[in-house]
């Protein structure tokens, strides 16, 4: 539904206009900024807290095996920008 509206909506604006077209891409690269800003700002935040919390949860077995679910702990690490995970099997 959503993207019925903005292909109606997209053929109403005129596009052929060079103003309206570099409105557009304006428009578009500011949004795209915007999100860039708040990715950096939630990593920065993350980092700034350093948490080492140690998660565990059950991982489902497959469907019809007849496996019982497995307990798996994970430590999460945060090394020059990127998000390393640990898996250990207990």
């Known amino acids: 539904m959503l993207t019925f509206c903005r292909m109606q909506v997209s053929k109403k604006i005129p596009f052929e206009d060079e103003n309206v077209l570099l409105g557009v891409r304006a428009l578009y690269l500011i949004s795209n900024l915007l999100i860039f800003g708040v990715y950096f ?5 993350i980092k700034k807290k350093k948490d080492l919390t140690t998660l ?22 945060c ?12």
């Open 41 to 45: 700002y939630v990593g920065m935040q």
């Open 56 to 77: 565990k949860y059950l991982e489902p077995a497959a469907a019809g095996s007849g496996e019982e679910p497995k307990l798996v702990t994970s430590e999460l690490h």
């Open 79 to 90: 090394q020059s920008g990127l998000l390393w995970s640990r898996l250990t099997e207990m």
